[in-house]
């Protein structure tokens, strides 16, 4: 009996630490908790009505996905990946979007088919707007339709996981200047070959798009990093004149 209730309590144990895994993920990519800021599990344990060993299991969780990073003697912190961290999921990410544009173009019901033009269609009028607030959550649903209907659920996990340690990246959206315009028209190449049933063409489509963010992503480091040398050269330059 006693072995019984030991199966009993690590199975509520884990369902604990899980559910709460997820609160703090939620916590972590809705910026309620910083990049960079220390994860507190004893208030974190008061939150939640638990112990600390469940927040403790939840946060090796969050350390095996790669959202927080568990330090020997100083605690847990909310990862901050760097640029070259940021390329390298870009580029996993972009053969995992690759490969689902094509399993969606083979296995697509017409009804999947009918809610990505749908989808397609509303992402247009925000883009011509430029509004992002309306595009964004558009563009969401856009790539998780594909991903879901690729009907792969490991697949899934992966790119899901991979698109979350991308918010860890400054912490900011990376759409910017003419950038909902480019993804639109990125965007209707898919939709084209997906509609066709062309499973070439879909994952091509797919894999330039993901590309495409990467090249965009680095250009945008690239010039704010000139911008930040210039700036820096100018205060230089009055200091001198001034001094």
């Known amino acids: 009996m006693a072995d019984i209730r030991d199966t009993f309590r690590l199975i509520q144990n884990t369902s604990l630490a899980g559910a709460i895994a997820k609160e703090i993920e939620a916590m972590i990519l809705n910026g309620e908790l910083a990049i960079g800021e220390r994860v507190p599990e004893t208030e974190l344990a008061e939150r939640f009505g638990v112990s600390r060993s469940p927040v403790r299991e939840a946060v090796r969780a969050l350390d095996s996905v790669g959202l927080v990073e568990v330090q020997t003697n100083r605690g847990a912190y909310v990862r901050k990946i760097d640029l070259a961290e940021a390329l390298e999921v870009y580029e996993v990410r972009a053969a995992l979007f690759g490969e689902a544009g094509r399993s969606m173009a083979?296995?697509?019901?017409?009804?999947?088919?009918?809610?990505?033009?749908?989808?397609?269609?509303?992402?247009?009028?925000?883009?011509?707007?430029?509004?992002?607030?309306?595009?964004?959550?558009?563009?969401?649903?856009?790539?998780?339709?594909?991903?879901?209907?690729?009907?792969?659920?490991?697949?899934?996990?992966?790119?899901?996981?991979?698109?979350?340690?991308?918010?860890?990246?400054?912490?900011?959206?990376?759409?910017?200047?003419?950038t909902l315009s480019l993804s639109h028209k990125e965007h209707e190449a898919i939709v084209r070959a997906i509609e066709a049933?062309?499973?070439?063409?879909?994952?091509?489509?797919?894999?330039?798009?993901?590309?495409?963010?990467?090249?965009?992503?680095?250009?945008?480091?690239?010039?704010?990093?000139?911008e930040g040398q210039r700036l820096f050269e100018r205060g230089e330059e009055t200091r001198t004149a001034r001094g």
């Open 197 to 226: 049933r062309d499973a070439n063409a879909a994952a091509a489509a797919c894999y330039d798009h993901v590309e495409q963010g990467r090249v965009r992503l680095l250009s945008r480091v690239r010039s704010e990093e000139a």
């Open 106 to 178: 083979q296995r697509a019901t017409d009804a999947d088919i009918s809610r990505l033009l749908k989808l397609h269609k509303d992402m247009e009028t925000a883009a011509e707007a430029h509004v992002f607030e309306d595009y964004a959550p558009l563009n969401f649903e856009f790539h998780e339709l594909i991903v879901d209907a690729a009907g792969n659920r490991t697949l899934a996990s992966q790119y899901r996981m991979l698109v979350k340690r991308l918010r860890l990246f400054r912490a900011r959206n990376l759409m910017y200047g003419d």
